[in-house]
């Protein structure tokens, strides 16, 4: 029904910026919530930052609130993800995923598609 693709991921040093990018395709995302997860080696998937399509209201995790920004394109179904000041404990493979609305918006479970993820390693 809707195919999520992920890209921008890399390698990076401490204190540097990168943007992640989610294209959609498939069905309209009126009334979706779109997110980003992330998963670091040997540990659980945790939320990042989601948005509501059709407000734009947005919500982060408290580690990234403050540094990261996302934003969407609806005339593109596009979803970016700017990581700014990018820390060492961010490195993790970044995960766009789509739920309808109303869902929990740090609840990975809430979501019903998901990207095959990109990979983001911040060194010291």
């Known amino acids: 029904q809707v195919q999520l693709v992920e890209s921008g991921g890399g390698l990076v040093q401490a204190g540097d910026s990168l943007r992640l990018s989610c294209t959609a395709s498939?069905?309209?995302?009126?009334?979706?919530?779109m997110g980003w997860f992330r998963q670091a080696p040997g540990k659980e998937r945790v939320f990042v930052a989601a948005?509501?399509?059709?407000?734009?209201?947005?919500v982060y995790a408290t580690s990234v609130k403050g540094r990261f920004t996302i934003s969407r394109d609806n005339a593109k179904n596009t979803m970016d993800l700017q990581m700014n000041s990018l820390k060492p404990e961010d490195t993790a493979v970044y995960y766009c995923?789509?739920?309808?609305?109303?869902?929990?918006?740090?609840?990975?479970?809430?979501?019903?598609?998901w990207g095959q993820g990109t990979q983001v390693t911040v060194s010291s």
């Open positions: 498939g069905r309209t995302f009126s009334n979706y919530v």
């Open positions: 995923a789509a739920g309808v609305w109303p869902i929990i918006y740090a609840r990975g479970r809430d979501y019903d598609y």
């Open positions: 948005i509501n399509w059709s407000s734009g209201s947005t």
